[in-house]
């Protein structure tokens, strides 16, 4: 059974802003909305396996910084399939869309100013 792990202070993901971490093994995306929730999402992206939390949050959607495939911080789902550079958005559209998928979504809570995920 999985349990809560402390991944960083809250105030180390700036509201608006998401950052890569490492717990237990497994890559995540924890983005800080503006009301200051945190959401946790895996950390890679399904079309090249960027790191996510190097991407940019707009509201709770959370860009791939490699090609703009974007992803609901909210849930892990795909919002939007590549985007860029032209080139890969028309050898992406070929790709099946089963393939074309979201990432897992964590629980997360905070306790004492600490971010806590469950993986």
């Known amino acids: 059974m999985s349990e809560f792990v402390p991944v960083c202070k809250v105030e180390d993901v700036p509201v608006g802003e998401a950052r ?3 717990v237990n093994g497994t890559e995540i995306a924890l983005a800080r909305v503006q ?3 945190c959401y946790a999402i895996g950390g890679r992206c399904t079309h090249l396996r960027a790191q996510l939390g190097k991407g940019e949050l707009e509201g709770t ?3 791939c910084p490699w090609h703009g495939s974007q992803f609901e911080v909210t849930t892990g789902k795909l919002v939007r399939w590549v985007q860029e550079p ?7 559209a070929l790709i099946p ?9 964590y ?7 600490q971010v806590l995920v469950k993986i």
């Open 97 to 105: 869309p089963f393939l074309r998928r979201g990432v897992p979504s």
């Open 20 to 22: 890569q971490f490492k």
């Open 61 to 63: 959607v959370l860009t």
């Open 107 to 113: 629980e997360v809570k905070v306790e004492d100013g």
């Open 86 to 92: 032209l080139v890969i958005r028309i050898f992406a």
């Open 35 to 37: 009301d200051g929730e």
